[in-house]
């Protein structure tokens, strides 16, 4: 089946710095994809959904100038976590569809830790 | 407004008992998908089932059983002869033409050997 990729699966960071989290779509082009946190013991919460060639858009409550995505190619999103703050530190997790719109597929998630 | 719920927050079985997830959940779309997920410590979220709404037929693979009804709007998860490997986090969740996810709370099942 599809797969997702999301890189890197942990990332301890210290705070005041950025870290950038991938993901990718290996086997097929993903016109949409979507960002997601979850915070500990707690439910999925979307933050951001990314169009190909597109601006991001963000939930509400979510800080755009904060959380930089970019999504440049059909198989490519980005997420950038800028000044990390230890309130940052969750699971942060992508989605992918395909260009069909039947299916979408999630990344292995992404446990970030600020510190 | 909420659009999946998982009242169940925590449930205990013992093995080989037989548990089931509720899920309800709320829309106005006519075409819209239900999910569950199992989620293990490790985080990644491992895709269960997927049921779109014009099909109602009850699944089951293994002892794994799904009971989807649109009277109650509620998609509801059986797992027979509970294993200790069951434990794990399971979400339900909803996507509106295969859009973004809204996820419930999640349950947490704890299967005690």
């Known amino acids: 089946g599809a797969v997702v990729s999301q890189h890197p699966s942990r990332v301890i960071c210290k705070s005041g710095t950025s870290v950038k989290i991938e993901c990718r779509s290996l086997?097929?082009?993903?016109?949409?994809m979507f960002w997601y946190r979850q915070f500990p013991k707690q439910s999925l919460m979307l933050m951001a959904t990314s169009n190909e060639g597109s601006k991001a858009t963000y939930e509400q409550g979510v800080e755009k100038d904060k959380f930089l995505i970019n999504h440049a190619s059909l198989t490519l999103s980005t997420l950038t976590v800028t000044s990390a703050h230890p309130e940052d530190s969750s699971f942060y997790i992508c989605?992918?569809?395909?260009?069909?719109?039947?299916?979408?597929?999630f990344g292995q998630g992404t446990r970030l830790t600020v510190v | 407004a909420q659009k999946v719920t998982q009242a169940q927050t925590e449930i205990s079985v013992v093995e080989k008992e037989d548990v089931t997830l509720d899920c309800v959940y709320e829309?106005?779309?006519?075409?819209?998908?239900l999910f569950w997920y199992k989620q293990p410590p490790s985080g990644e979220l491992v895709f269960l089932i997927r049921r779109n709404s014009f099909d109602e037929q009850n699944e089951i693979s293994g002892r794994y059983s799904w009971n989807f009804q649109k009277s109650t709007s509620s998609f509801n998860f059986t797992i027979t002869a509970s294993q200790v490997v069951d434990s794990a986090v399971y979400f339900c969740?909803?996507?509106?033409?295969?859009?973004?996810?809204?996820f419930g709370s999640g349950t947490k099942l704890n299967v005690k050997p």
């Open positions: 989605s992918a569809r395909d260009r069909s719109y039947t299916e979408a597929f």
């Open positions: 969740a909803l996507s509106e033409r295969i859009n973004k996810f809204y």
């Open positions: 086997d097929f082009q993903a016109t949409t």
């Open positions: 829309t106005r779309d006519t075409t819209y998908y």
